[in-house]
């Protein structure tokens, strides 16, 4: 078993073990519904409180390098945080949902895979909907100076590959609470 699928398993085991609702995003969910392509962490959503953080950080062991009281202040503070997978050094970046209804949406509408991304294949996992993935990386593309080429191509990626799949009323609804119509009307053309 390479060390990503391995690393990753681990992840998912501390995970269930905690019952932290979760979901996988980013690269990884891009690749899943529409371009593959490489990555060097895996971006996951959880659910998670400030009173579980002890809890949270123990399920992980001594495989992990996990900061307990950084991991602390991100989540009381909304912000994400990573925990390093010592045996390969593969980071897993963890962003946590708090009250944000996006994120509360995006939970709510997860859906299981097996993956298909090189590395993760055949590894049960819950992943972001096409039409979440989207959204959220056009909130990154935003953020960034709407300069990430390697972004973008995600978006047309997945925009592209489920096409006439997408839901575009709630597509439409969230882009314009998020502020990136303009950008999702780019992509629509």
């Not at 001594?62 to 997978?85: C, K, Q, T, W």
């Not at 996992?125 to 300069?147: H, Y």
């Amino acid at each position: 078993m390479i060390a990503l699928a391995q690393a990753f398993q681990e992840v998912l085991a501390a995970l269930d073990r905690t019952e932290t609702p979760f979901f996988v995003g980013g690269s990884v969910a891009s690749s899943t519904h529409g371009l593959a392509r490489q990555t060097n962490d895996i971006d996951i959503v959880v659910d998670l409180t400030v009173d579980r953080v002890a809890d949270f950080c123990d399920a992980f062991g001594p495989g992990f390098y996990a900061d307990r009281d950084m991991v602390s202040r991100a989540v009381e503070a909304g912000r994400s945080f990573n925990l390093i997978h010592l045996a390969s050094a593969y980071k897993f970046d963890f962003f946590p949902i708090g009250n944000d209804p996006f994120g509360r949406s995006e939970m709510a509408r997860r859906h299981m895979t097996a993956g298909t991304v090189t590395g993760l294949e055949n590894i049960e996992f819950p992943v972001a909907s096409p039409e979440d993935t989207i959204l959220a990386k056009l909130v990154w593309f935003r953020k960034g100076g709407e300069r990430s080429d390697r972004q973008w191509h995600d978006i047309l990626g997945v925009a592209r590959i489920q096409a006439d799949r997408l839901d575009g009323e709630y597509l439409g609804k969230w882009a314009a609470k998020l502020g990136v119509v303009d950008l999702l009307s780019k992509i629509c053309q």
